[in-house]
């Protein structure tokens, strides 16, 4: 086993996700197989080769430090489920 | 037990451009709340970031200025975790091969010049701000404001080469002092836009490897960083010296109680899963690209000291001091041009004008004397208006009015006493009531004489002419 079930729930608490015992039990098989899969990748031989980060191959797409206009703040604040005072607004986060 | 002490900084610098890092939102301060915000900046799905090329021209120039390699391929990552000022859930950030590495800046400690080492120079974006009510009816919420989302940061790694509170001290200043002479950051360290954190541990004198560090947050000034890191010293020695462990933790200071207190709670989230962010492609900084920027810098702190010795003839330590920040080496050039005799004004510059800004912790932006004024007062001692030693007190009546000196010699009467009638009569004064010393003198102990001197300078509240003083003297004793 690759994945244990104690490593599904760190990374569900550090996405914030809540799963029953049976979900975490069935994630840590499927995360098992997915891994074993890529293993698979271990019979090609990679000495020299750069791991790759992005599938294009370009580089250096820029754009000029110039000003373009913002969307309103009540635009900004449409999707927030909680606002006030132009600002989103959380349960108090710092005591 | 005897601990060295090993401290590391890590600075946070806004960079001076007028749009975002991946957007086209105004990074202008003091705007209205979320005003400057768009889908990119708000993280919105589906948007795509493109990187803003002066960012990567402003990053390139701290790196060339703090002597660093330049990666000629480099990439953005991700860094994820949940805080309510980071609407994407992650913060761009540079993790795996940054634009710059294996810097070093000088600083002066101790009266000598020391190298610390810079470990990494790389680009990421801000953060937004939490707001609070405080005192108010919704103490029960943090309100969030995104304009700041998205501002262009740099990041500014040192080697643990520091050891004291005192050189954490001027090490920010040096690098400060860099940023502002490229332009590339404001350095105001109270508006956030120069921000500083610390890692400190202590060691037994003679261990080779480090002790457990402690991570220091939330100190907005020198002299706030400088006494965090004091406090950090006492408080990891005693539990050293009482056979305890140094826990590593993030430490707040809180200036008001002026103690670090742990910030629990927030230690498990340290796991940041850091990936190539797929929205950006990678950089790919070329020799020309690097050799156009080497062109284009300014002439820096180190270049501008060893000028200032060459120049103005002034030793080395005074030079290096003068150029650390762009504007004392302008006020001093421009003091130079007014009056130009460069030594004398490195003295007072160095002596007293630094010494009382340090008193009040501040900058020389804030310096109420202006080279107009100073330079003016210069000129009366050489006319004689005043003495050097009144000219102290001159000083510092300008440095608390800000008034020209000549207001202030004639408001408090300092004018030197040149008038030779007058200094004889207290010449005459001092021998007739000191006339064992007199005689003392008379028979070869000749050391008294600054004793007389001294004794009318006193009778004349510093105010009568010294060479003057120096001949009718000798003329009356020998
Ligand atoms: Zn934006």
Not at chain 2, 12 to 25: E, G, N, P, R
Not at chain 2, 77 to 102: C, M, T
Not at chain 2, 363 to 380: F, G, Q
Request: proline share 5%.
């Amino acid at each position: 086993m690759k994945i244990t079930k104690e490593e599904v729930d760190k990374v569900a608490k550090l996405a914030r996700l809540g799963f029953t015992e049976e979900e975490k039990e069935k994630f840590a098989s499927q995360l098992n197989s997915i891994l074993v899969y890529f293993d698979n990748l271990g019979e090609l031989d990679t000495i020299g080769i750069e791991p790759t980060s992005h599938a294009s191959t370009i580089s250096n797409v820029f754009r000029d430090d110039k000003v373009e206009s913002s969307i309103s703040k009540e635009e900004s604040l449409l999707n927030a489920p909680d606002g006030k005072r132009d600002c989103f607004r959380v349960p108090r986060i710092i005591e | 037990m005897e601990f060295e002490v090993i401290i590391g900084l890590e600075v946070h610098a806004q960079l001076l451009t007028k749009s975002k890092i991946f957007c086209s939102c105004s990074t202008a301060f003091g705007a209205e709340p979320n005003t400057h915000t768009c889908p990119i900046c708000l993280g919105m799905p589906g948007v795509l970031p493109v990187l803003n090329k002066k960012v990567v021209d402003l990053t390139l120039k701290v790196a060339l200025a703090t002597h660093c390699q330049i990666a000629h391929y480099s990439r953005f990552a991700r860094k994820n975790y949940f805080y309510p000022d980071l609407p994407k859930g992650y913060q761009i950030s540079q993790y795996e091969l940054p634009l710059a590495e294996h810097g070093y800046i000088e600083i002066v400690a101790n009266g000598e010049s020391k190298r610390i080492g810079i470990t990494r120079v790389h680009m990421e974006e801000d953060a937004g701000k939490l707001l609070h009510d405080e005192g108010g009816e919704d103490v029960s919420y943090s309100y969030v404001d995104l304009n700041r989302t998205g501002v262009p940061l740099i990041e500014i790694v040192s080697e643990p080469d520091i050891r004291t509170p005192g050189e954490a001290s001027e090490y920010l200043k040096s690098l400060r002092g860099i940023l502002q002479y490229l332009d590339v950051c404001d350095g105001n360290m109270e508006e956030g836009s120069f921000r500083c954190d610390a890692n400190i541990s202590l060691r037994p004198i003679g261990q080779d490897g480090f002790g457990t560090k402690t991570e220091l947050k939330n100190m907005n000034s020198f002299k706030n960083v400088q006494k965090a890191l004091e406090y950090e010293i006492k408080r990891q020695t005693n539990i050293l010296d009482g056979g305890d462990k140094v826990i590593q933790e993030t430490r707040l200071w809180d200036a008001a109680k002026g103690v670090t207190l742990s910030m629990r709670g927030k230690e498990d989230a340290h796991d940041y899963r850091y990936f190539p962010d797929p929205d950006l492609v990678p950089l790919a900084v070329n020799d020309k690209w690097i050799e156009e920027t080497k062109k284009s810098l300014p002439e820096l702190p180190d270049e501008k000291r060893d000028r200032f010795v060459k120049e103005y003839q002034i030793p080395e330590y005074d030079a290096q001091v003068l150029t650390t920040s762009k504007s004392l080496a302008n006020y001093y050039e421009e003091c130079v041009k007014l009056y130009p005799n460069p030594k004398v004004i490195s003295n007072w510059v160095m002596v007293e004008l630094l010494r009382r800004l340090k008193t009040d912790d501040r900058d020389i932006e804030e310096c109420p004397v202006s080279p107009k004024l100073l330079a003016r007062m210069l000129e009366m001692i050489d006319d004689g208006t005043i003495s050097g030693k009144i000219a102290k007190t001159v000083f510092e009546d300008m440095y608390l009015t800000g008034e020209a000196p000549e207001k202030i010699v004639e408001k408090k009467g300092l004018l030197q006493v040149t008038d030779q009638e007058e200094v004889v009569e207290v010449v005459e004064k001092v021998l007739a009531e000191n006339p064992k010393e007199v005689e003392n003198y008379k028979k070869g102990k000749t050391k008294l004489f600054g004793f007389f001197v001294g004794q009318v300078m006193k009778e004349t509240k510093g105010k009568a002419n010294p060479n003057l003083v120096n001949e009718i003297l000798r003329k009356m004793l020998d």
